[in-house]
């Protein structure tokens, strides 16, 4: 069972992955290698690179790598609050246009850490077919990176990592990080101070996500370049590898540019579908998620937002949104700027919580409503416990994901007209009406 942005249901396992479909850029031909995790089915063949004019596209294993810890008290399908009414709801923050100013402008005059590369090789550099790499831990942390804490119901907790972006506490990561939460906790890895976080804005479509820190002054910010990444550069990934709370570094180059991807859902975060991002070698592992991916001289020029799943060094590579989508989304999260996939505050919401349903069931199609939370508009359209939620303005709604991406875009207070089908034990029938969104009482 999954709460739909209400106070619910949590998953309560190892997250169950699903495949998707991966687009290649057209510009640099060929595809790249991506192989399947342990447990989820044999390696996919790595690819050779070739050149050509048409996009490639092919079967493979992307995840969103944020590290979701699930306490092993806590078992499968733990129902927490069903009803919504006695817990807290996470605490929002207002939009700042002030913090915003030239955001670009003033972390491209910014002071960069000083991060260690190793030396480059002579020659062409071999092939490396060993197991997927640790990292090297920055115990000292790194200025302008934190450790990222969010906390779910039923006591399940995420794990990621984020950007500072002013020196007041507005921090960036990715939404997929956060998602669900009612709580968020952040430790500085520089100064090793600790904040509670609250939630300014997201948009789900890009995987981005704006926090602030409660009481927060003179932070070191991250640098960004003024210079675009060039395609084989060497780059360094740094993240809360595997949720270790330390930072951990990898170290690769660039591998493609302006390529395009759709992540598996996980049982919490629904597929997504993400474009134009920075494809490194670098073994990227869940927890990298809101980190950065830095070049020489220790500029943030991406983002780390995802990662292939592999068993050896040379079927695992990561990928980043590029500093430039980060910054201005950012920018449009503290102006205010509601529209085109951008939230201020919590999501959109039904006021439900579902049983999950990852792959389509042809004898009962759409998402089986489970329970209504506080302030949920259904009823009063005659929906009814049970009943199953088979379109949202005029899209197909047959699993989970789908029912969250379509509502990903949505604006609390909108008005969206839905489908239906009754339980098969309420002598069947469909309907269909308007409702009025509420706010999700969960990031």
């Not at 790194?142 to 450790?147: A, D, E, I, K, T």
């Not at 660039?254 to 975060?269: C, P």
């Not at 029912?403 to 007209?417: F, S």
């Amino acid at each position: 069972m999954h709460p739909y942005f209400g106070n619910a249901p949590t998953p309560g396992g190892a997250p169950q992955l699903a495949p998707y479909m991966h687009t290649h850029n057209p510009a640099y031909g060929g595809q790249p290698s991506y192989a399947g995790h342990p447990g989820y089915g044999r390696p996919a063949p790595r690819k050779r690179r070739r050149t050509g004019s048409n996009i490639a596209a092919i079967l493979v294993v992307i995840v969103a790598i944020a590290a979701w810890l699930v306490p092993s008290v806590l078992q499968p399908g733990l129902t927490t609050n069903p009803t919504g009414t006695t817990q807290q709801q996470p605490v929002e923050e207002p939009p700042n246009p002030a913090a915003a100013g030239e955001l670009a402008e003033k972390l491209r005059q910014a002071e960069p850490p000083t991060v260690n590369f190793p030396a480059e090789p002579k020659g062409q550099e071999p092939r490396d077919s060993g197991p997927v790499k640790k990292g090297q831990e920055l115990k000292d942390g790194v200025p302008g990176l934190v450790l990222i804490e969010s906390v779910l119901p039923g006591f399940v907790s995420g794990a990621g990592t984020g950007l500072i972006a002013t020196p007041d506490g507005y921090i960036i990561t990715n939404y997929h990080v956060i998602q669900g939460s009612t709580a968020i906790r952040v430790q500085d890895t520089h100064t090793k101070k600790r904040y509670e976080a609250s939630l300014v804005g997201h948009n789900a479509l890009k995987d981005i996500a704006v926090l602030k820190l409660k009481n927060a002054k003179n932070l070191r910010t991250i640098a960004i370049p003024s210079t675009n990444v060039t395609l084989g550069s060497r780059v360094t990934v740094i993240g809360n590898g595997e949720a270790k709370g330390v930072l951990q570094q990898l170290h690769g180059r660039v591998t493609d540019l302006n390529i395009n991807i759709r992540t598996r859902a996980d049982g919490a975060v629904p597929g997504t579908r993400l474009d134009n991002l920075i494809a490194t070698n670098a073994d990227v592992v869940q927890g990298y998620s809101g980190g950065a991916m830095m070049q020489r001289g220790g500029h943030v020029i991406g983002m780390t937002v995802a990662a292939s799943e592999g068993d050896s060094s040379a079927t695992v590579n990561g990928y980043a949104i590029p500093i430039s989508t980060v910054i201005n989304e950012t920018q449009r999260i503290l102006n205010g700027t509601n529209g085109d996939g951008t939230i201020i505050g919590r999501p959109a919401a039904f006021g439900i919580t579902v049983i999950s349903e990852e792959k389509p069931n042809p004898r009962a199609p759409g998402i089986a409503i489970e329970s209504f939370l506080e302030g949920s508009p259904l009823p009063k359209l005659g929906v009814k416990k049970g009943d199953r939620i088979t379109m949202i303005n005029g899209q197909h709604i047959e699993t989970y994901s789908d029912l969250k991406r379509a509502l990903a875009p949505l604006q609390p207070g909108e008005k969206v007209k839905i489908a239906w089908s009754a339980n098969e034990g309420a002598n069947g029938g469909t309907g269909e009406g308007t409702v009025t969104l509420i706010r999700s009482g969960v990031n």
